[in-house]
């Protein structure tokens, strides 16, 4: 098996066919899941090392999904696993591969620990917008200030869609008539309380979200049997946990999920947060990976014009107008570091991969797949940094943000 050019050579399918002990698969009430922690095995002279990602089943007894593999420091990809029983599990490989990465220094000399001391505070721009979303998937409201803490900003993404035919929650991915709706708090929502909100219908029409028939409206709008629902507990692990997908190929339903061209890679997800393959956010919320996505004018410049780069296809949190200086994918550079934004410290976490609701019309904004063939094809398939809040803090726009 090739990876492609530019990266390694993997291991060979009954190299990877190898490295599943027995026993390693459960049957689960829907799904056939891997352990969480990672396993390693030496087979054919190739160490393969394998992470849990994701697995759905498609039968009684049998199951399709995929996990991570990586052979040592030189490559790694995703393959397409396939479960005939749970202690039997077989490898036909479609490899996603992501470019090899280089080896991590051990040693550190004296320039570098001066360049870390150089880049130890770095202003970088200004708040430009802060963005919430009362409903997830559907447009949101600007604020001039928010108080940040472990939840983002207060009441982002506090109602959620769950499709009662899939018996999960989901948003714009499956459900794209969301996006023409916009919702907006009647009152101010403080610490983990979740307001009730104004929603507005693509046709002009409004409902609310404690309208007795907002449900109803919402369905026949979309198509489908919905129910709106408040932000339960971390403790509902029903209420979070995904359905089966909607196409039995996975790499089919990845592929229209993320809006891929067959010849266009898919993103790497096992950086996101194991808990995201079970369940479709991080338990007690509904963000995709991360309370807050940031997003800076230096990368939308840098990838095409203000009317087709439009800030609001993104949906971020926290715009970021960056100082003349500053240029480029700025913060695609800056998972792992400590960003001061107003009294608020965030930690970078990892690059925003972009899915196909960037090319979506949405309210004033039309259709445009041009938009993610840039992003895939000139930005390595992310635009915009998920980061978490590390301190909490009062943050306003026109606020300082800092590299720290």
């Not at 996990?67 to 397409?80: D, N």
């Not at 696993?81 to 479609?94: G, M, N, Q």
């Not at 506090?158 to 023409?180: F, H, Q, S, T, V």
């Not at 400590?338 to 930690?347: D, E, F, N, P, S």
């Amino acid at each position: 098996m090739s990876l492609g050019r530019g990266h390694a050579p993997g291991p060979s399918p009954a190299a990877l066919r190898d490295a599943f002990p027995e026993g390693v698969a459960h049957s689960g009430r829907r799904s056939l899941r891997l352990p969480t922690e990672p396993w390693q095995r030496r087979q054919r002279g190739v160490k393969v090392t394998v992470q849990p990602f994701s697995l759905w089943t498609i039968g009684a007894g049998g199951g399709v999904g995929l996990v991570k593999y990586s052979t040592g420091r030189l490559a790694c990809g995703i393959v397409r696993v396939f479960l005939e029983s749970p202690l039997d599990a077989r490898t036909i490989v479609d490899p996603v591969s992501t470019p090899a990465r280089a080896p991590r220094r051990r040693f550190r000399g004296g320039r570098e620990r001066a360049t870390d001391a150089l880049m130890a505070e770095e202003r970088i721009g200004v708040v430009l917008e802060l963005w919430r979303f009362p409903v997830k998937s559907m447009g949101g409201e600007r604020v001039t200030s928010a108080m940040l803490g472990p939840l983002g900003l207060p009441g982002d993404r506090g109602w959620a869609l769950r499709d009662e035919a899939a018996a999960e929650i989901r948003g714009a991915k499956k459900l794209p008539a969301l996006l023409g709706c916009a919702a907006r708090y009647r009152t101010e929502p403080a610490g983990e309380g979740v307001p009730h909100a104004e929603i507005l219908l693509p046709d002009g029409r409004a409902t609310a979200t404690d309208d007795p028939t907002v449900d109803a409206t919402l369905s026949t709008l979309l198509g489908r049997a919905v129910a709106l629902c408040a932000r339960r507990p971390a403790s509902d692990r029903d209420h979070y946990r995904r359905g089966l997908p909607d196409d039995p190929d996975m790499m089919a339903e990845l592929r229209q999920i993320f809006g891929r061209t067959g010849d266009e890679p898919l993103p790497d997800l096992s950086v996101f947060p194991p808990e995201i393959m079970e369940f479709t956010s991080p338990l007690g919320t509904y963000f995709d990976a991360f309370p807050i996505h940031l997003l800076t004018t230096a990368s939308l410049a840098a990838l095409g014009p203000a009317a087709q780069f439009d800030v609001r296809r993104f949906r971020p949190n926290v715009v970021v107008e960056t100082t003349p200086g500053v240029t480029g994918l700025a913060e695609a550079g800056w998972g792992g570091r400590a960003i001061r934004v107003g009294g608020a410290t965030l930690r970078g976490e990892v690059p925003t991969p972009r899915c196909v609701m960037v090319t979506l019309p949405q309210r004033e904004l039309s259709k445009d797949p041009s938009v993610l063939r840039t992003i895939v094809h000139a930005a390595g398939q992310n635009l915009g940094l998920y980061a978490s809040v590390v301190t909490a803090g009062a943050v306003a726009v026109g606020d300082p943000v800092v590299l720290a």
